[in-house]
């Protein structure tokens, strides 16, 4: 366990602020976990795990606590199945690419995506038709209150698009500490119907796709789009997909014939926001070090020097040419803090 007074959180935020903490505590085990929840009252932390899913808009007056638990194993397989289980701080793209190597299927949609494991149910991560939701088994979470490990089955995390228990009635009580998965062996269920994945196997020629050209597929679209967020700060997408009634979107498309949209029940259908955003004219927007990625409408990106107020003006800008359009509001799909 090592601790830091004033420390900076450039490097722990895909975003790049330069905001400080005022203790940071890299935390290794859960006993360390544990002891420091014990001196202090959890109203006085602040839970940091990959910093790939918030924009931090000012400096955290609490002592951040860096989730880096480490370690990942198989706890149970059949023939058809295994079960493996992974510690919060675990990369996620490394943990995809562990799986991927020994023939493990069934997360090789969301290869790429940035963060760690321990975030991924409480976001309830997803891409190209893939959710976490599909593969997760449960996840084991400290109660930051009476210090006792508790064990989340699918049931229990009431996942839905993008959110989680821990995003409502549970949020701040738990910390994750390790998450597991249940993935197959063999008889892969592939998903290559959703976004451009099967226009990338045809052009390379991929006939009989494994899990691993699937994750391949997305590692180079993501790449071709997506900004890398050492590169260039970002948090990937920034907005939820809005869902909205089919009456609304037919009279969308009035206007707008080549409005896309994806059906998720008989009354609603869900519309890309990076659509929405690009039609307005804002790809490629920019005020200041705080702009709209130049490829992906979605992805707001800070050019070097932007504050996390910059951000979230551009944010808040966009929401509002959007409703202006199109009469739909768009909800942030990071966290503001």
Avoid at 218 to 229: A, C, E, F, G, H
């Amino acid at each position: 366990m090592q601790s830091f007074s004033n420390k900076s959180l450039k490097e722990h935020n895909t975003f790049g602020i330069d905001v400080k903490a005022k203790t940071f505590i890299s935390i290794t085990t859960v006993e360390e976990l544990k002891a420091v929840l014990k001196k202090q009252y959890a109203s006085e932390v602040f839970i940091l795990g990959g910093g790939s899913n918030m924009l931090l808009t000012r400096d955290i007056n609490k002592t951040v606590l860096h989730i880096n638990l480490k370690g990942k194993e198989i706890v149970n397989e059949t023939e058809e199945e295994v079960y493996v289980k992974a510690m919060a701080g675990e990369t996620w793209h490394e943990f995809v690419l562990y799986c991927i190597s020994r023939n493990f299927g069934g997360l090789e949609n969301l290869s790429l995506i940035p963060g760690n494991v321990g975030t991924t149910p409480i976001q309830n991560i997803g891409a190209y038709g893939v959710e976490i939701k599909d593969t997760f088994e449960s996840c084991t979470a400290l109660n930051v209150q009476t210090l006792e490990l508790q064990e989340f089955s699918l049931f229990d995390c009431e996942f839905g698009y993008r959110d989680s228990v821990f995003k409502n009635a549970l949020k701040g009580q738990y910390i994750i500490t390790s998450v597991t998965f249940r993935l197959t062996k063999k008889n892969h269920r592939l998903n290559t119907s959703y976004g451009p994945i099967e226009q990338h196997l045809a052009e390379k020629g991929v006939q009989e796709p494994q899990i691993k050209d699937i994750s391949d597929a997305v590692i180079s679209i993501r790449q071709s789009k997506l900004p890398d967020p050492k590169e260039l700060g970002n948090s990937g997408s920034f907005f939820k997909n809005p869902v909205i009634s089919m009456r609304e979107f037919e009279e969308l498309q009035e206007n707008y014939p080549e409005l896309p949209g994806y059906k998720i029940s008989e009354d609603e259908i869900k519309v890309p926001a990076g659509w929405l955003i690009d039609k307005a004219g804002l790809k490629g927007f920019r005020k200041g070090d705080a702009g709209v990625h130049t490829k992906q409408a979605l992805v707001l990106v800070n050019y070097g020097n932007a504050t996390g107020q910059d951000i979230l003006n551009l944010s808040t800008h966009i929401q509002e040419e959007i409703y202006r359009l199109f009469r739909i509001r768009l909800q942030p799909e990071v966290n503001i803090l």
